[in-house]
Nanobody, 115 residues
Framework: VQLVESGGGLVQPGGSLRLSCVASGFTFSSYFMSWYRQAPGKERELVASITSGGSTTNYADSVKGRFTISRDNARDTVYLQMSSLKPEDTAVYFC?????????WGQGTQVTVSS
């Protein structure tokens, strides 16, 4: 199983970024996918999740209305569109999948929101 995130970077408050996570090593279209983030000195937290077919999504209260999770099962890719970014969104963002008893993580992509 491999998860490779990309798309992070430095952005000003109010700006936007789109994160991507390309998956391999499992049948991507069959699994629930999630994005988590971890800020310095804080625990990793769930940001958003999406069902295997993409019909249902869930968001942390802190990002509702600003972030959108989506997926392209033909490309084995899950996305996180982030808008109206705030300094408190600064963190390393990870995509993750749980296969049977094991949870797999990507290496993460850094998002820094600062002027």
């Amino acid at each position: 199983v491999q998860l490779v995130e990309s798309g992070g970077g430095l952005v000003q408050p109010g700006g936007s970024l789109r994160l991507s996570c390309v998956a391999s090593g499992f049948t991507f279209s069959s699994y629930f996918m999630s994005w988590y983030r971890q800020a310095p000195g804080k625990e990793r937290e769930l940001v958003a999740s999406i069902t295997s077919g993409g019909s249902t999504t869930n968001y942390a209260d802190s990002v509702k209305g600003r972030f959108t999770i989506s997926r392209d099962n033909a490309r084995d890719t899950v996305y996180l569109q982030m808008s109206s970014l705030k300094p408190e969104d600064t963190a390393v963002y990870f995509c993750t999948v749980k296969l049977r008893l094991n949870r797999y993580w990507g290496q993460g992509t850094q998002v820094t929101v600062s002027s």
